[in-house]
């Protein structure tokens, strides 16, 4: 195929969902306003962008100095530059990329030349670290993959694309393509652009054409175990015009399932990366979530830009068994530990729940870029549900600790955010910082879609631009509060004074009779609440269609609108196939999901009994971390004292902003189900027995201790074994009946002298009454952390009668643990 490069213009540039330019293309294809074109004026995302560009991308571009330092090692590798090798890592160099797409975005809002530099550096050594033939992936190129294995090492293969299930060298490239684009829209600076392409084409000619340096002159012809590539070969088709990438992306789509299935469990089953079936066949929501929303969203732009509906039905009927059987009110998806994903239909457990952040990031992306190729509402509905609540839940108001794990519930006692309880300044594995810092400044490119004559306005917030229809541009103007004000006003002012053109303006489905599209959740009794729409004053009537309401006249320049969307609040309530949440309600207020936190309020937040029934009413925080935010008030009673009272209940996105304690989501609306409700010390343990316990210490302080205040707590019992210094440990629980492990937590004693954190730990498990190596998950490790918990998953189902610790000590010292937390797969 003859090559054809191009640049398009910026302003047919997309970053999220693609421009919806095809070879094809109609007067009614919708394309996206940029994000660099449409300029932030409000209250709530323009903070978040200002935090991002002076806290979290320095924060976060400091963290992944590692993977720099892996590139510099690789280029002086290559080039005969003395150096120490790098060290081998399947996707470290993704965060890295992912932190550069982020600091892309952030220059539009304002060129830093001191961050440009930066930017132009780390570049650089992305060119130096690649091969002639354009290969990229430091561990292959210098040769320290040789020595590990595929699940006892690294997990990466002994060559390049000998291991595609799990290497993760597609997915590390499909961000560097994302960062590259953004890049180039951001500054107009093509260097790392061309970076992208040489290796897009290399990939092209192992995969699908051969290559006698690569699988032996074998195409190589297999989808990536992670998808991400995919939907980032598309941005590069719309960023070089060259439609080499788009065929590549859809070909990649086309194989997924067909040539190559793993045969295995946990990490290796078929469905695990959604390769059980061709994608065309598959109709429901399966595997780990961030891969499966990736791949939904690059066959949603496929479709779009091919025009290739054979892939509609297959997205139609996973989307709709999202949002009818496997996504939590909040949005979030992949409820399951272990695979990171989703679990049997309505198993949507609240303590437990996973919700990975980047899984709400994917949740954003599938669904915008459905509503790209469908014009409906209801899939912006979604999206703006995973985003305000699952997605901003991920990263601090200051903009520097993080979840990974998104939970419904927590206790005072549980750690469940990779084995921290609340917010971690960073992880082992960092895809969701790196992945917020990238999405938020999106959002902008996520506000307005048009046509030749139509203006879809999707999300709300303060904002201006300028939309380039068919017969002139129209500039747009809009006010408001969102989402804590029920207002947005819009000026809309054509070019040369007047033009006609429709207006579609949203219409939330949390307007209506419930929170989110699907039949998971509803609100308790008629709550409808009416909304109005007005033009210059003036009342108009109109019926949504496709979730949007239309206004087709004649616009004059200095035009008003104003859409008002009531947001009282509500309750709501879970189908009864959700088992976790019968009895139970959940306060929403507009797009946004609240929770209580045991700041707010006297006693536990489970304790609180709710009636759909009871008063509400609505406060502006006025000062502290959560200033401007909106509480809500709701009359309630606790079972710990019986008194009636006032539960104080917070966005869910800001929970965890002023200290770590309980929070609750779905309330109890009757006592037995409260008092149910208050955690209480694990009763599964029959017995805990040590090599050797020091005669001040107790062995059972492990399993009985709450959440300790740091290595150092000695408030609390512990276990140690002084004065055996140098001397491994065993430590084993006995458990009351066989468990199906989901995680296992330890938190180590350091008192910074004779008992210090291990050197390294391992874990068994009992089963049939023999002993057996615990399958750790494929992105877990055996850390040693100080002042958290060190959490580790089973990669695949276990059932165990026992577990048992190993544990080497420092060789001076003697080991502690002060606490060890079991979770159990529900």
């Not at 938020?440 to 904002?463: E, L, N, R, V």
């Amino acid at each position: 195929m003859k090559k054809q490069h191009f640049i398009l213009p910026l302003a047919c540039v997309a970053v999220l969902a693609g421009c919806s330019a095809r070879s094809n293309t109609d007067d009614a294809t919708l394309q996206q306003i940029p994000f660099q074109q449409v300029t932030l004026e409000d209250n709530f995302w323009l903070p978040r962008l200002k935090t991002q560009k002076e806290v979290l991308v320095p924060f976060a571009l400091d963290k992944v100095r590692p993977a720099m330092d892996n590139l510099r090692k690789t280029g002086n590798w290559l080039h005969g530059v003395k150096d120490e090798l790098p060290f081998p890592h399947r996707y470290v160099a993704s965060d890295l990329y992912k932190v550069m797409e982020g600091a892309a975005y952030l220059l539009t809002l304002e060129r830093d030349a001191a961050l440009e530099h930066t930017m132009d550096s780390i570049i650089d050594l992305i060119g130096r670290a690649q091969q002639d033939d354009g290969y990229l992936y430091e561990a292959h190129t210098t040769g320290v993959s040789a020595n590990h294995e595929h699940w006892g090492g690294a997990g990466m293969g002994d060559r390049p694309y000998s291991w595609v299930v799990h290497s993760h060298e597609l997915y590390n490239m499909g961000h560097m393509y994302e960062g590259a684009v953004a890049y180039w829209q951001a500054t107009g600076k093509d260097k790392w652009l061309r970076i992208a392409e040489k290796n897009a084409r290399h990939i092209n000619h192992v995969f699908f054409e051969g290559d006698p340096n690569y699988n032996g002159g074998k195409p190589v012809n297999q989808a990536p175990g992670h998808e991400e590539i995919e939907l980032a070969l598309v941005k590069l088709f719309h960023a070089t015009g060259d439609t080499l990438y788009l065929n590549m992306a859809k070909r990649f789509i086309d194989i997924r399932g067909v040539t190559y299935r793993p045969d295995g469990d946990g990490v290796m089953s078929p469905s695990y990366a959604q390769q059980h079936l061709p994608v065309r066949q598959q109709t429901k929501a399966v595997g780990h979530a961030v891969r499966a929303t990736y791949l939904y969203s690059g066959m949603a732009d496929v479709m779009a830009q091919t025009g290739d509906t054979t892939l509609r039905p297959a997205l139609d009927s996973i989307w709709t068994n999202i949002v009818d059987t496997r996504m939590h009110i909040t949005g979030g998806l992949g409820a399951v530990h272990g695979i990171e994903g989703f679990g049997p239909e309505y198993l949507l457990p609240n303590k437990e729940a996973y919700n990975e952040t980047c899984a709400a990031v994917g949740n954003v992306m599938f669904n915008y870029r459905m509503f790209m190729a469908e014009k409906d509402a209801r899939y912006i509905d979604v999206a703006e549900v995973a985003l305000y609540n699952n997605v901003l839940a991920g990263v601090s108001l200051s903009g520097n600790r993080f979840f990974y794990v998104n939970p419904l519930e927590t206790d005072s006692r549980q750690a469940f955010n990779q084995g921290v309880k609340g917010r971690s300044p960073w992880f082992g594995t960092a895809c969701c910082p790196s992945n917020i810092a990238r999405l938020i400044p999106q959002i902008p490119g996520m506000m307005y879609a048009y046509t030749d004559d139509d203006i879809y306005c999707t999300f709300y917030a303060g904002t201006s631009t300028v939309i380039p229809l068919k017969k002139g541009k129209v500039s747009l103007s809009q006010q408001t509060e969102y989402p804590f004000g029920e207002t947005i006003r819009f000026e809309i002012s054509p070019e040369g004074g007047s033009g006609r053109f429709a207006l579609h303006l949203r219409i939330p489905t949390w307007t209506g009779t419930q929170f989110v599209p699907g039949r998971l959740y509803s609100y308790a009794g008629d709550s409808r609440a009416a909304w109005q729409l007005l033009v210059n004053g003036e009342e108009v009537k109109a019926v949504p269609e496709k979730g949007f309401v239309t206004v087709s006249r004649t616009w004059k320049r200095g035009d008003r609108v104003e859409l008002r969307l009531p947001m009282p609040v509500r309750f709501n309530r879970a189908l009864p196939q959700v088992e976790a949440d019968r009895g139970r309600l959940c306060v929403t207020r507009g797009p946004l999901v609240y929770c209580a936190e045991a700041v707010d309020n006297a006693a536990m937040p489970a304790s609180y009994v709710l009636s759909p029934d009871d008063a509400t009413g609505v406060r502006k925080a006025s000062d502290g971390p959560l200033k401007g935010i909106d509480f809500v008030m709701v009359e309630a009673r606790s079972v710990q004292d019986g008194a009636d009272g006032t539960l104080t209940m917070v966005p869910y996105y800001a929970w965890d902003n002023r200290g770590d304690d309980a929070m609750t989501v779905w309330m109890a609306d009757n006592d037995s189900l409260a008092r149910a409700s208050i955690p209480v010390i694990p009763e599964y343990i029959s017995d805990v027995k040590a090599t050797h316990t020091f005669e001040q210490d107790d062995v059972l302080a492990m399993v009985t201790n709450g959440y300790p205040a740091s290595s150092h707590d000695t408030s609390i019992p512990r276990w140690t074994s002084w004065p055996e210094k140098g001397r491994e440990q065993t430590v084993e629980m006995t458990l009351k009946r066989p468990l199906r492990l989901q995680s296992l937590s330890v938190y180590w004693y350091d008192d910074n002298g004779g008992v210090q954190v291990p050197q390294s730990w391992t874990l068994e498990y009992k089963a049939d009454g023999q002993w057996k190596p615990f399958p750790i998950y494929v992105t877990d490790e055996y850390r040693v952390l100080k002042d958290q918990y060190n959490m580790v998953h089973p990669g695949e189902d276990i059932k165990a009668e026992a577990l048992r610790l190993h544990i080497v000590p420092e060789a001076d010292a003697a080991a502690g643990i002060l606490s060890v937390q079991i979770e159990e797969v529900k």
